[in-house]
């Protein structure tokens, strides 16, 4: 493996154009890209719109835009996430809104909209059963919704803790445990201690523990869950790991420690990364560059954990903002950026 | 009727000459720093009736340029250490330099060490993307903002 891995490249497969603005963030439909089910992401832009993209599997495999949801968002749509079954779509905006579109017989219609943030909502994230969701704001604080029959939404917490606005929210792969990174240059753990929906601050990972120095853009998890990577405006990735995830869903809690820190890769602001299935991690970054980094296997004692596989210089012509590993069997990547693009990367040796 | 004002009093200077420059836009020619400075010297202060320049706000001197990476640097001093007004010179600074420059690029702009009170959370706010795209949605700052670049007030 180690050989083949060196030689591996990432090779642009296609430049998707249409936003009219930066396009902020992107989200692969998890229920795509399987059981000859086409791959299709959705994308979100300064633009104040989301684009619906889908790979036409019949002939070229090139992705067209499906559609363009244009009516509702009044100001830029920051983020954007599909629930696990695939079938509803979050996107939270700079007009402090997040709203649920649901697929109606090929249209995407809006069919709730979440209003409590006073201001810019910045991050929308599903749980992996889809009954929650997660907003965050520059209001600081961070939101946590019930989704109900009929796609009736219920607030039912509101976290105060994070001291800056908060960047971005992500619940863990397989247990109801909240993150959330802020300009506070923190993360911080939420659950769930009783059963009156009584969320706590459970632990905050900042400067004390190893953390980062700057604003904390980005987390991911890896497959398992028992991993996390972050990245920052301090230009370092972070990775962290846990004892045993599973403690959390009895009440306890298996604190999150530093493992190790990625340094001197990126030039400028990273602000996205995401964990492959296959344990390959992707980062993009002010700096206009994709990195891919995969745990060290050869590594000697106290040697680095995590090495650089390859750096892909000149990605976009300008900042990425987002890079996401997409759920199919190919090794897909792809990249949004404020050049205005998305780009569709395959990683081939 | 100047009660209000964060810096009631403030040291105005001359306008420096101008050297005609023809050269600018063009392919071959390398951006330097009086490029830059030509196209903000004239932006006016959020709180008084004269230019960045006029106030010392802004001077050639303050801005560097590396062509070959793509990386301008902009160093501004405002008029007192406790200038509320400075996240929204800041904002002036980087719309100008979006609508005339080539977008790639990449534009860092900081208060001088030791002239504003909260150097560091100035700073940091002035370089956060996301923040400075969201305050530019905000009608009340864009038109501050506008103001400042289009005003014919000087």
Known sequence: MGMAIESMELNE????????DRVWSLDWNPATGHSGIPLLFASSSGDKTVRVWEQNTLSSNRFTCKAVLDETHTRTVRSCAWSPSGKLLATASFDATTALWEN????????STLEGHENEVKSVCWNASGNLLATCSR????????????NDVECVSVLQGHTQDVKMVKWHPTMDVLFSCSYDNTIKVWADEGESDDWQC?????????????????????????????????????VWETE?????????????RHLY?????????????HWSREGILASGAADNAIRLFVDNNESEVDGPMFKLLLKKEKAHDMDINCVQWSPGEKPLLASASDDGTIKVWELAS | MTLGLINANPVVHAKKERIARTDYPHADHAVDPLDIYDFVRDIRDPEHPYSLEQLSVLSEESITVDDKLGLILITFTPTVQHCSMATVIGLCLRVKLKHYFPPHYKVDIKVSPGSHADEESVNKQLNDKERVAAALENPNLRQLVDECLYSNEL
């Open chain 1, 202 to 238: 459970v632990q905050t990972l900042g400067e004390p523990n190893k953390g980062h120095t700057s604003t904390v853009w980005s987390i991911s998890f890896n497959a398992s869950g028992n991993k996390m990577v972050t990245c920052s405006d301090d230009l370092t990735l972070k």
């Open chain 1, 244 to 256: 045993n995830i599973e403690l959390q869903s009895a009440g306890e809690f298996a604190p999150w």
């Open chain 1, 261 to 273: 820190t990625l340094t001197d890769y990126h030039d400028r602001t990273i602000f996205s990364v």
């Open chain 1, 13 to 20: 497969v296609e430049t998707l154009e249409g936003h009219t």
């Open chain 1, 104 to 111: 109606v017989g090929g249209e995407f219609e809006c069919v």
């Open chain 1, 139 to 150: 209001d600081k604080s961070v939101w946590i919704w019930e989704v109900q029959q009929g």
